[in-house]
């Protein structure tokens, strides 16, 4: 029946390969829990090639790692515009979970930055609607690579030209893809 058609099913837990220079990373995102996200991180970023060549700039050992941001010669990748935060979603900072990183004055700040929680990080959780506890938005987490983002984590670091711990050789997002 005609009447009866939906139009197309949108994947729910679409799948990312990051291909890093440490090696591949796969992550299973949750867009029935933060669609917005999800859609950011997919069809501005992922889907568009904006990802590729870009850094895993920060390491904080046994908290996170952070990219997606730099490229490897510290430029700015370009980004689109802000996306409203979904971290009120339920989803909780927890060991091999991607989270979106924001400006931690404005609530409503993310776009192509974010980080792959090393341990629980129940500080960065959702906690109430004010800048201080609104949290970061979980939108997936690492289904294969963990080892990969431990790799990443044990990386010697430097702080050089305003980045704190960084790795001394660059972490490079070869290529973002989705495979799922």
Known sequence: M???YEGPKREVHPEVVLATSYGDIRIRLDSEKAPATV???LNNYVESGQYDGTIFHYVAPGSMILG???TADLEAA????????????GLKNVRGTIAMTRD????HSATNQFFINLADNPNLDHVEDDEAKYGYC???EVIEGMDVVDKIAAAPVKDAD???SMPVDAVVIKTAKRVR
């Open 138 to 140: 979980v939108f997936g």
């Open 78 to 89: 370009p980004t689109r515009s802000v996306i409203h935060s979904e971290a009120a979603n």
């Open 162 to 164: 305003g980045f704190p």
């Open 68 to 70: 997606g941001a730099f």
């Open 2 to 4: 005609a009447d009866d």
């Open 39 to 41: 859609d950011n991180f």
């Open 104 to 107: 931690p004055e404005y609530i």
